[in-house]
Protein backbone atom coordinates (compact mmCIF):
# COMPACT_ATOMS: atom_id res chain seq x y z
CA UNK A 1 0.00 0.00 0.00
CA UNK A 2 2.03 2.93 -0.73
CA UNK A 3 0.80 6.74 0.20
CA UNK A 4 -1.71 7.65 -2.18
CA UNK A 5 -3.68 4.91 -1.94
CA UNK A 6 -4.19 5.88 1.70
CA UNK A 7 -5.10 9.22 0.61
CA UNK A 8 -2.22 10.47 2.52
CA UNK A 9 -0.43 13.38 2.07
CA UNK A 10 2.37 13.36 0.53
CA UNK A 11 4.35 16.90 1.35
CA UNK A 12 7.38 17.54 3.15
CA UNK A 13 5.55 18.16 6.28
CA UNK A 14 4.04 14.54 6.35
CA UNK A 15 6.16 12.29 8.49
CA UNK A 16 6.18 9.13 6.88
CA UNK A 17 3.64 6.09 8.87
CA UNK A 18 6.19 3.86 9.67
CA UNK A 19 3.44 1.45 11.38
CA UNK A 20 1.48 0.96 7.66
CA UNK A 21 1.78 -1.76 5.62
CA UNK A 22 4.23 -1.31 2.69
CA UNK A 23 5.46 -3.86 0.67
CA UNK A 24 7.43 -2.95 -2.24
CA UNK A 25 5.97 -3.23 -5.51
CA UNK A 26 7.70 -5.55 -8.44
CA UNK A 27 9.43 -7.77 -6.32
CA UNK A 28 9.22 -11.25 -8.23
CA UNK A 29 8.49 -13.93 -6.02
CA UNK A 30 9.81 -17.80 -7.21
CA UNK A 31 6.42 -19.19 -5.73
CA UNK A 32 4.76 -18.93 -9.40
CA UNK A 33 4.41 -21.59 -11.95
CA UNK A 34 6.22 -22.33 -15.02
CA UNK A 35 5.91 -19.24 -17.90
CA UNK A 36 4.32 -16.78 -14.66
CA UNK A 37 5.90 -14.31 -12.60
CA UNK A 38 4.74 -13.05 -9.39
CA UNK A 39 5.33 -10.02 -8.45
CA UNK A 40 4.28 -8.82 -4.71
CA UNK A 41 1.36 -6.55 -4.57
CA UNK A 42 0.20 -6.27 -0.85
CA UNK A 43 -0.69 -7.52 2.23
CA UNK A 44 -4.52 -8.62 2.33
CA UNK A 45 -6.01 -10.52 5.51
CA UNK A 46 -9.52 -12.37 5.98
CA UNK A 47 -11.57 -12.01 8.89
CA UNK A 48 -12.79 -15.65 9.65
CA UNK A 49 -15.23 -17.09 12.02
CA UNK A 50 -12.97 -19.86 14.29
CA UNK A 51 -11.63 -21.22 17.41
CA UNK A 52 -8.64 -22.50 16.14
CA UNK A 53 -5.87 -20.76 13.98
CA UNK A 54 -5.51 -24.01 11.22
CA UNK A 55 -9.19 -23.83 10.72
CA UNK A 56 -9.08 -19.72 10.27
CA UNK A 57 -6.12 -20.47 7.84
CA UNK A 58 -7.83 -23.71 5.62
CA UNK A 59 -10.72 -21.63 5.55
CA UNK A 60 -8.89 -18.06 4.64
CA UNK A 61 -6.88 -20.24 2.48
CA UNK A 62 -10.25 -21.07 0.31
CA UNK A 63 -11.47 -17.28 0.54
CA UNK A 64 -8.23 -15.63 -0.90
CA UNK A 65 -8.86 -18.32 -3.92
CA UNK A 66 -12.23 -17.10 -4.84
CA UNK A 67 -11.57 -13.23 -3.18
CA UNK A 68 -13.20 -10.00 -4.92
CA UNK A 69 -10.88 -8.40 -6.83
CA UNK A 70 -8.69 -11.33 -7.13
CA UNK A 71 -5.40 -10.85 -10.09
CA UNK A 72 -6.57 -11.72 -13.54
CA UNK A 73 -5.02 -15.59 -14.37
CA UNK A 74 -2.48 -16.10 -17.01
CA UNK A 75 -2.43 -19.75 -18.34
CA UNK A 76 -0.99 -22.12 -16.47
CA UNK A 77 -1.80 -20.08 -13.25
CA UNK A 78 -4.48 -21.04 -10.09
CA UNK A 79 -6.24 -19.28 -7.64
CA UNK A 80 -3.87 -20.46 -5.53
CA UNK A 81 -1.02 -18.74 -7.25
CA UNK A 82 -1.93 -15.35 -6.20
CA UNK A 83 -1.30 -15.03 -2.53
CA UNK A 84 0.71 -16.84 0.13
CA UNK A 85 -0.53 -17.04 3.57
CA UNK A 86 2.03 -15.29 5.89
CA UNK A 87 3.50 -18.86 6.91
CA UNK A 88 4.18 -19.87 3.78
CA UNK A 89 5.87 -17.09 2.52
CA UNK A 90 9.12 -18.02 0.90
CA UNK A 91 11.05 -15.15 1.76
CA UNK A 92 13.39 -15.77 4.21
CA UNK A 93 12.56 -12.30 6.33
CA UNK A 94 9.43 -10.89 5.51
CA UNK A 95 10.76 -7.16 6.44
CA UNK A 96 12.27 -7.43 2.64
CA UNK A 97 8.80 -6.79 1.97
CA UNK A 98 7.29 -4.91 4.37
CA UNK A 99 8.16 -3.17 7.41
CA UNK A 100 6.21 -5.07 9.68
CA UNK A 101 8.61 -7.71 10.09
CA UNK A 102 6.93 -9.62 12.33
CA UNK A 103 3.57 -10.34 11.36
CA UNK A 104 1.70 -13.30 12.67
CA UNK A 105 0.17 -15.87 10.08
CA UNK A 106 -3.53 -15.18 12.51
CA UNK A 107 -4.04 -13.80 15.14
CA UNK A 108 -7.39 -13.38 17.24
CA UNK A 109 -9.37 -10.12 16.24
CA UNK A 110 -10.03 -8.85 19.13
CA UNK A 111 -6.26 -9.61 20.58
CA UNK A 112 -4.53 -6.50 21.35
CA UNK A 113 -2.39 -7.42 18.21
CA UNK A 114 -5.20 -8.05 16.10
CA UNK A 115 -7.15 -4.86 17.16
CA UNK A 116 -4.03 -2.99 15.92
CA UNK A 117 -3.21 -4.95 12.59
CA UNK A 118 -7.04 -4.67 11.91
CA UNK A 119 -7.12 -0.93 12.61
CA UNK A 120 -4.01 -0.57 10.61
CA UNK A 121 -5.76 -2.40 7.56
CA UNK A 122 -8.80 -0.49 8.21
CA UNK A 123 -7.03 2.78 7.92
CA UNK A 124 -5.10 1.89 4.42
CA UNK A 125 -8.09 0.65 2.99
CA UNK A 126 -9.29 3.71 0.11
CA UNK A 127 -12.97 2.98 0.99
CA UNK A 128 -13.96 5.70 -1.68
CA UNK A 129 -12.58 2.73 -4.37
CA UNK A 130 -12.75 -0.85 -5.12
CA UNK A 131 -10.59 -2.07 -1.77
CA UNK A 132 -8.94 -5.74 -1.96
CA UNK A 133 -7.10 -6.09 1.14
CA UNK A 134 -9.78 -6.94 3.98
CA UNK A 135 -12.48 -10.07 3.28
CA UNK A 136 -14.83 -12.17 4.85
CA UNK A 137 -14.79 -15.89 5.09
CA UNK A 138 -15.94 -16.27 1.31
CA UNK A 139 -13.37 -13.99 -0.20
CA UNK A 140 -15.84 -11.13 -0.45
CA UNK A 141 -14.28 -7.35 0.06
CA UNK A 142 -15.61 -5.08 2.80
CA UNK A 143 -17.28 -2.43 0.57
CA UNK A 144 -17.55 0.11 3.28
CA UNK A 145 -16.33 0.89 6.88
CA UNK A 146 -20.25 0.07 8.48
CA UNK A 147 -20.02 -3.10 6.20
CA UNK A 148 -17.00 -4.36 8.13
CA UNK A 149 -18.46 -2.98 11.71
CA UNK A 150 -21.60 -4.92 11.28
CA UNK A 151 -19.44 -8.15 10.08
CA UNK A 152 -17.57 -7.42 13.68
CA UNK A 153 -20.36 -7.11 15.37
CA UNK A 154 -22.30 -10.57 14.74
CA UNK A 155 -19.46 -12.78 14.69
CA UNK A 156 -17.96 -14.31 17.88
CA UNK A 157 -13.84 -15.78 17.81
CA UNK A 158 -13.00 -13.93 14.53
CA UNK A 159 -9.42 -14.52 13.47
CA UNK A 160 -7.32 -12.65 11.39
CA UNK A 161 -5.59 -13.95 8.84
CA UNK A 162 -2.29 -12.53 6.84
CA UNK A 163 -0.95 -13.55 3.20
CA UNK A 164 0.78 -12.01 1.27
CA UNK A 165 -0.55 -11.37 -2.77
CA UNK A 166 0.78 -11.32 -5.89
CA UNK A 167 -0.34 -9.79 -9.45
CA UNK A 168 0.45 -12.56 -12.11
CA UNK A 169 2.27 -11.83 -15.27
CA UNK A 170 2.14 -14.71 -17.82
CA UNK A 171 5.00 -14.92 -21.02
CA UNK A 172 2.37 -14.18 -23.33
CA UNK A 173 1.32 -10.81 -21.92
Known amino acids: ?6 GDSTSETTPPLDDQPTPQI ?10 VTAYLDDIIAVLVP ?3 PEVAQALATGALQYRDGRPPLPENATPKDTFDLVRDFDAFDLSKVTDWANLPNTTPAESPLGSEILEQIRNAIDWEHEQTLLYDQYGNAFETPAALDSYLSEHDDLQLVLAVGYHLSG ?3
Not at 1 to 6: F, I, L
Not at 26 to 35: C, D, H, Q, Y
Request: hydrophobic share 20%.
Open 26 to 35: GEPTTSAPAG
Open 171 to 173: STE
Open 1 to 6: MDRDRR
Open 50 to 52: ADH
